[in-house]
T-cell receptor
């Protein structure tokens, strides 16, 4: 069985602060893929990043960065210099290789960025 | 491209009524899935399909039926709606293989009274 835990239910920050969203996962599979999705107040789900279990390099995309640590089963997401437009619910998800692309989601973290 | 299209966007049903949520994609994706989103529980997989004619159950399949007669369409049927099925439903599609990110529709907000 797989499990994704996002222990932070809600985070509030002031604009321009850095914020890290935590994601811890459990799986018995040796090959798997991790994802982050953003759900803004309008409700759609927006794909942010995919990482496979063999690639532990950190990734940076603009103000977004991801830290994958297989040793601690974590795939954390950092937003640098947060903006009001970053306010959303962020989901971490997991699927095993050969899993038919079936995602197991965490419960999400609500990020509120205030002026 | 329309991407993944879900209809309707909103629906209110009475307990015991039946309903079909429509999902269509125009990207020739092999994989399609249905998820439900409930407060505090994230998204949970209901049913999925890896191609036309092939479907299987996800984590929470009870009370829902699916079929996949074409690559493009993957309808979700509620045969006898129950208040516990009040939720937001998302359809997703992707090319075959886990390397491909899933594309989600905009969701259907369903209320069962």
């Amino acid at each position: 069985a797989q499990k994704v835990t996002q222990a932070q239910t809600e985070i509030s920050v002031v604009e321009k602060e850095d914020v890290t969203l935590d994601c811890v996962y459990e799986t018995r599979d040796t090959t798997y893929y991790l994802f982050w999705y953003k759900q803004p107040p309008s409700g759609e789900l927006v794909f942010l990043i995919r990482r496979n279990s063999f690639d532990e390099q950190n990734e940076i995309s603009g103000r977004y960065s991801w830290n994958f640590q297989k040793s601690t089963s974590s795939f954390n997401f950092t937003i640098t210099a947060s903006q009001v437009v970053d306010s959303a619910v962020y989901f971490c998800a997991l699927t095993p290789e050969g899993g038919g692309n079936k995602l197991t989601f965490g419960t999400g973290t609500q990020l509120k960025v205030e002026l | 491209n329309a991407g993944v299209t879900q209809t309707p966007k909103f629906q209110v049903l009475k307990t015991g009524q039946s309903m079909t949520l429509q999902c269509a994609q125009d990207m020739n994706h092999e994989y399609m899935s249905w998820y439900r989103q409930d407060p505090g529980m994230g998204l949970r997989l209901i049913h999925y399909s890896v191609g036309a004619g092939i479907t299987d159950q996800g984590e929470v399949p009870n009370g829902y039926n699916v079929s996949r007669s074409t690559t493009e369409d993957f309808p979700l049927r509620l045969l006898s709606a129950a208040p516990s099925q009040t939720s937001v439903y998302f359809c997703a599609s992707s090319y075959a293989g886990v390397r491909q990110p899933q594309h989600f529709g905009d969701g259907t907000r369903l209320s069962i009274l």
